[in-house]
């Protein structure tokens, strides 16, 4: 009896090099965790996955930013020489700066359905939130910020939406998560190391891919941030 396979949809994520990696891009719907320190990459990788899929493939897509402000984000991102204006103008792209009411250690719930609300109004089928880290600063207990990031996954998991959702760490080669759930509720781990004066890119997981195994090198230059897929080193040499 032949055994059946079921081929998942991909989403191109718009970083040369990093398809290569993980079987031709994200699993379609699925939520991705990515995690790194200050100054890894991790703003320019979402900002990139974000203007690909709608410059590229019409695809709207959501920026959520919990800590940075829009007209930062916009001000940094002018040195890759990115056409964002017409992008926001035909709701293809749009950020949004979620800051933290005063009822938000009750209210949870209300923020994630405020997520929920911006990704439907323009149809969004990218979504990034960055940072979940910043759920740390809005909740005093540990638990209640590990059951709002259990319900936001969840809630992300029934649309028809592929998310980034970014992690701010420590930067050390097993720092995958800030509160040690992150990467066990998300479908895929991503890890942007910054070891000065060199950049790294590894696939820790993801779900329903055969991805590669290696640590490689990261590029960011006038065109935006790639990974060189053709040469790799163990994670095992990374030093701790």
Known sequence: MKSLSIALNRV???IPGVDELIEG???EGSSILLSGAAGAGKSIFCLQYLYYGAKEQGEPGVYITLEEGPHNLWWNMQRFKWDLLPLERDNLLKIYKFEPGEDMQTNANEQIKRIVEKVKEIGAKRLVIDSISAFSYWFIDENKTRYVMYNLVEELRKLNCTTIITCETRGGKSDFSQFGVEEFL?????MLYFIAPQRLFFVRKMRGTNHDKNVHAVTIDDTGISVN???GLEWSS???
């Open 229 to 231: 897929s053709k040469e």
């Open 238 to 240: 990374l030093k701790d």
């Open 25 to 27: 891009g994200f699993p």
């Open 186 to 190: 998300s479908d895929g781990l991503l």
């Open 12 to 14: 191109k994520t718009g």
